[in-house]
């Protein structure tokens, strides 16, 4: 039976490696299918991993109704034998409507790819409507890692390197963007201490923290 796929974890865990692996696996078969995606680090319309592999995809707008879209590609001939779907937080609540419906209607599979919380610990919408729905959530077994050794469980914005914790939810940014809008991902403990690895080297380094050594 077809089935609606969430595939979840923190930043740098995969998810979008894994979404073209499915996409090679499948076309290497023969089959075809539509890929959605939203502000990929590659720009519009591409799915991009960062190690280095990209693909062409279809940038989803605000407002699209990806059923319809995905109709209107079958009555003009176009073969979907699957979808993807990644940078799946990004997508709207009735977005990820229109991907179970594509499941069911349909027979397609779908497989879902995205974050689940923000950089201040909350769901994104798309991500809590897929967990409200989806046939399985899969989180990702690849372990990303805090800059401790713990494993990585937060998402953290940082502005200039300093971990931030308003601001609008979604603001594009990659990992390590010291100067401008950046990420980096977090064990909780650290998460909620705000001590990204920038702050935890700045603390190493003061003098305040250094052993007294006697006289």
Known sequence: MPELVFFSGTMDCGKST?????????????????IFTRD?????????????????????????????SLVDHLSQGGRADYVIADEAQFLAEEQIDQLARVVDDLDIDVYAFGITTDFRSKLFPG???????????????????????????????TVGGVMVVEGAQVVVGDVDQADTVGYEVLCRRHHRRRMTSASARAAALSPDVLPVQPV
């Open 40 to 68: 990929d680090r590659a720009g519009e319309g591409k799915l991009s991993s960062r190690l280095g592999l990209v693909t062409d995809a279809v940038e989803v707008e605000d407002g699209q109704d990806l059923y319809a």
């Open 18 to 34: 894994l979404a073209l692996q499915i996409e090679h696996n499948r076309s290497s078969r023969g089959l075809q299918g539509m």
């Open 127 to 157: 991500s809590q409507r897929l967990v409200e729905l989806a046939d399985r959530v899969e989180v990702l077994q690849v372990e990303a890692l805090c800059w401790c050794g713990a494993r990585a469980t937060h998402n953290a914005r």
